[in-house]
């Protein structure tokens, strides 16, 4: 199990971008498929997006798609959401999570584990 550290998050104007970021200490990380999240006051926890352990796949939420990009570089145990073109509706706590059977299903948030503390974004003029 991973020790997964969120960052990156703040105020931005709608249109404007932000990059997440999701770190882990431990080694495993490097075998790990990763997913975003987040969840809005008063709002279920929603997927995102998610990367396999090699980045070589990756799966969107079709509210983000064409707008965010996940990516990992495996040799600084991190995986990155970059978020363009926000909306205020993006607006919530975003978190990382491991999920422990590898198949990226954004739709079934009770394969995911791990999770980060979260880290805020609000998007706001």
């Known amino acids: 199990q991973l020790t997964l550290v969120e960052s990156g998050g ?5 249109g404007g971008s932000l990059r997440l970021s999701c770190t882990a ?17 008063g709002k279920e926890r929603e997927g995102v997006a998610c990367i396999s352990s090699s980045g070589g796949s990756t799966n969107y939420a079709d509210s983000v798609k064409g707008r965010f990009s996940i990516s990992r570089d495996n040799y600084k145990n ?9 909306k205020s509706e993006d607006t919530a706590l975003y978190y990382c999570a491991q999920d422990f059977f590898s198949s990226c299903d954004l739709d079934n948030v009770a394969d995911f584990g ?3 503390q979260g880290t805020q974004v609000t998007v706001s003029s």
């Open 10 to 14: 703040g105020l931005v104007q709608p």
């Open 25 to 41: 200490h431990e080694p495993n990380f490097y075998y790990s498929t990763i997913g975003w999240f987040r969840q809005a006051p």
């Open 78 to 86: 991190t995986v990155y959401l970059q978020m363009n073109s926000l």
């Open 114 to 116: 791990s999770w980060g």
